[in-house]
């Protein structure tokens, strides 16, 4: 089992960058293809980006590439979202999520731990 953790979320104007950390505990966070979801208010919640568990694969939404990275550090048990050129409609909750059985995974339904969130709030 693993714990998830995210950080670094804020208020940011149109334009800005954040950098969004999720640390893991336990010893075996190399073993977990590691993903980001996110929610705005009334709305489903949405794939952002995924990364494979050796790093060598990512994925991203349609509505991010270009702007976002995904990585993660092994060695550190953390997994990161760099956010570019941020806009009022990347305004939500952002939540990382493992996957136990997946190489890299896209769907919620493929991933079987959740942090608890970090609030993203992009003003114009």
Not at 33 to 39: C, D, K, N
Not at 50 to 65: E, F, Q
Not at 95 to 120: F, H, K, L, P
Request: aromatic share 12%.
């Amino acid at each position: 089992q693993v714990q998830l953790g995210e950080s670094g979320g804020g208020l940011v104007q149109a334009g800005g960058s954040l950098r969004l950390s999720c640390a893991a505990s336990g010893r075996t966070f190399g073993s977990y293809a590691m993903g980001w979801f996110r929610q705005a208010p009334g709305k489903e919640r949405e794939f952002v980006a995924a990364i494979s568990r050796s790093g060598s694969s990512t994925v991203y939404a349609d509505s991010v590439k270009g702007r976002f990275t995904i990585s993660r550090g092994n060695a550190k048990n953390t997994v990161y979202l760099q956010m570019n050129s941020l806009k009022p409609e990347d305004t939500a909750v952002y939540y990382c999520a493992a996957s136990r059985d997946r190489t890299i995974a896209t769907i919620r339904y493929e991933y079987d731990y959740w942090g608890q969130g970090t609030q993203v709030t992009v003003s114009s």
